[in-house]
């Protein structure tokens, strides 16, 4: 497709993402196959990688119980509506997702649909409105222009992901100002939350549970002229008699007229056709105009249903799938380029390490993403990857393995031998023991058990 020309009016185009268009184990095996020093270090590099996955899955998976139980909650509960959202900005925030802004909702709101609509919503009508967007592309479309006479190119932008959390204000709301709320498609009270895909900027507000359809210039002009030709043409060929009797009864009921015409049967006849002629042309005309507010509401439903992916505590799980896979993702970029990082060498710095990643992010993906390094580097610093000092350097993959290794083992610890064991380990620490090579590879062997015990359980989350 050739380059649209960009016109008044057009979309400016996307910013840069956060967000890492790759799955974890695609990602894994990309950085997996990069050089390596020691050949070893890739398997130790999936080991670690399986290992964070894990670690991340148990930690979201209480923010889960939290946020769904809460969502359960919201209706008879303030405070769980605080907690919803609350949970909801941490998990978009994790996933990458960039807040709608109000200056880009009023823009939707103002500027022209790409969809043949006009939409209109009243913001008022809720207590919040919360809208966060991912993953956004430009697009060069035809738009059609007058029902298809004609067409032109116009660069829009289009977000993969759109979630919208709303929650409706209460009925004595509704009573103070005189408004049905069933005539605006909302329940009093009542919280949404919903994800949508491939969303048109300029269309967003089309999402919001209260948006109404309402009439362009276009439309009106399009139903009005043939409407009024058709009624010149009934009123000439056959309302003109019965007009000219009608005439005729009123002047003489008014005094206009000293005789008064005699309404025999004939004259009830033509009267009472010309009243079902002039009945059955409203008719048609109503007719048409319900028709086609008909076929809007099914283009909007239409619009709306093959974007729609996920409705309630559905969007929650997947909101939670996205920030995890967000979350390893960064662990493994940062932690990559940090071991590729020349041995014996004086470490990094933050900026260097951004530009690298983003580098590789561009060639990789095709994508100008902006990766967020302090927090991939503070995520590193928890799970002890990260030596301490004024530049960055990585700790060995195999030390590493055998600190995350010892964290999950730390998670459940109720058999009487492990609290045995991790006494013993704790005093081995105490003695300054330092684990031999043999003892490294034997904690990789029982870190691999441990990783295809987990996997085994979560069948291929994260390792396809």
Known sequence: MRDAVTRPGDDPGPERERFVPRRIGQLQE???????????????????????????????????????????????????????????????????????????????????????????????????VLIFRRGARSETVTVPKLRGLYSREQTMTVDDRVVIHTRVKPQAWFDERGIDPADRNLIPGLASLKMFQNVPRADIEMLLPSTEVRFRPIDTAIMAVPALVSGLVVLTTKLLPTLGLIALVMGAWLGLRDETPDLDQAALLLLFGGAMTLGGFLFRQWTKFKNRRVEYLKTLSENLYFRTLADGPGVIHTLLSSAEQQEVAEVLLAYRFLLAQPAGGAGTTLARLDSEVEDWLRTSCHLDIDFEVDDAVAKLRRLDAVEDGSKLTARPPAHVLASLDRRWDDLFRYRPEDQIDDRAGRRAEASGHTATADEETGTLIRLRGVVDRFTGRLGDRFTT
């Open 30 to 128: 990309e950085l997996a196959s990069e050089p390596w020093d020691d050949p070893d270090d890739a398997d130790r590099f999936r080991a670690f990688s399986r290992l964070v996955a894990a670690l991340y899955h148990f930690e979201f998976h209480d923010r889960e119980q939290t946020a769904i139980d809460a969502w359960a909650d919201m209706a008879d509960d303030p405070a769980a509506a605080e907690t919803v959202t609350h949970e909801l900005s941490g998990l978009l925030d994790g996933a990458n997702y960039t807040p709608v802004t109000m200056a880009e909702l009023d823009r939707a709101l103002q500027e022209e649909s790409l969809i043949p609509l006009r939409l209109q919503v009243d913001l008022d009508d809720y207590d919040e």
